[in-house]
């Protein structure tokens, strides 16, 4: 049997990882034939619930699991991890400032990324969830200096995903038939789903993006605001799709994305777009060889540059609120 590989997942007794464990170990995030080594992470008032999970996963009796071990130190919850999953986040409270919530999410993610730096294996591929998934992931990649930047990523697979079924739906098309779409910026209702680029159901997307009022009063909202609609409608944030994506990520980047095909995903700027370097910015990416590529030379019209536009500099401000509280 080959080596297994190290997966370590944060927040492991939450809603999202209660999704996500199971397709893990089944095999659906890294092949049929790649078996795994769950180490979940938590903290400590949470483990007897992350004991129950791994007990769970004991029953399904999975031929790819290799073992699950429970940690409430990063330092050990990221000894030789390959593949780590930052899903546990500290959520906003009541009454809560938005200084206030990224402090306290770069009282997580620091020490996480330093964790990362010191105890994973050379490979590792890091992808963030817990929200502000983007900043978060900044502030981790920041706390990591020998680790390279470009493996550290943020989750907008699920902003992706949504926007892939809503063109379907307008369109009446399978959603097998949407290609080429890209989330910009970051994941936040100041996100920009483009259909600009895409092709759906055989013709452009913006054969569809005509429709400049669908576009901009209904298309780029419900893409936006579907996390909130999912809380109104269900009582609870995603779970499921949330997992689901994590996993679209994962095995997109280790496993290579479809020819003639491209997704989204937040990844360490290096100045494409003209989307400032440093920040964790979402961009359309092809993955091969294990390694992501933001796509190139896409023509980007004012309509769109706009857009994009108004994303980063919510993402700078983030960046600048994370850098005077001294967490970057
Ligand atoms: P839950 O509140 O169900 O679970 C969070 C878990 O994280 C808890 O078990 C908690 O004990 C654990 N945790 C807290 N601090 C930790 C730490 N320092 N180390 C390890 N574990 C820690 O939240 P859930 O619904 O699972 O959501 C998790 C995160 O995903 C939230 O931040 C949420 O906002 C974010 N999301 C991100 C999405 C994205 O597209 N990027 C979409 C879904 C989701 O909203």
Not at 50 to 68: H, I, K, S, Y
Not at 99 to 112: H, K, S, T, V, W
Request: net charge negative; charged share 20%.
């Amino acid at each position: 049997m080959t080596t297994p590989v190290n997966v370590t997942v944060t927040g492991a007794a939450g809603q999202i990882g209660y999704a996500l464990l199971f397709r893990i170990a089944s095999g659906a995030m890294l092949g049929p034939d790649t078996p795994v080594r769950l180490r979940l992470l938590e903290i400590p008032q949470a483990v007897k619930a992350a004991e129950g999970t791994a007990m769970e996963l004991d029953d399904c009796a999975f031929p790819l699991l290799d073992g699950v071990d429970i940690h409430d130190d990063p330092a050990r919850g990221f000894e030789g991890t390959n593949v780590a999953l930052l899903v546990g986040a500290r959520p906003r409270g009541p009454g809560m400032e938005r200084a206030d919530l990224l402090e306290a999410n770069g009282g997580i993610f620091g020490p996480q990324g330093r964790a990362i730096n010191d105890h994973a294996a050379d490979d590792v591929r890091v992808l963030v969830v817990g929200n502000p998934a983007n900043t978060n992931a900044l502030i981790a990649a920041s706390h990591a200096p020998d680790v390279g930047k470009d493996r550290f990523t943020a989750m907008t697979r699920l902003d992706h995903n949504r926007a892939l079924s809503q063109a379907a739906a307008r369109a009446g098309v399978p959603v097998s038939q949407v290609k080429r779409l890209t989330i910009w910026g970051n994941h936040s209702a100041s996100q920009y789903p483009d259909l600009f680029h895409a092709e759906v159901g055989g013709r452009p997307g913006a054969a569809l993006a005509v429709d400049r009022a669908w576009l901009t009063e209904d298309f780029v909202p419900t893409v936006a605001k579907r996390g909130a609609a999912i809380i109104d409608a269900r009582g609870a944030s995603s779970a499921a799709s949330a997992a689901n994506a994590a996993i679209d990520h994962v095995r997109d980047w280790v496993l290579g994305t479809p020819e003639g095909d491209w997704t989204s995903a937040g990844l360490w700027s290096t100045g494409a777009y003209g989307v400032p370097e440093g920040l964790v910015s979402s961009f359309p990416v092809t993955s091969s060889g294990g390694a992501w590529d933001v796509v190139d030379g896409l023509e980007v019209d004012d309509f769109s540059r706009a857009r994009i536009d108004a994303s980063v500099a919510e993402l700078v401000e983030e960046r600048e609120a994370v850098r005077a509280l001294g967490l970057i």
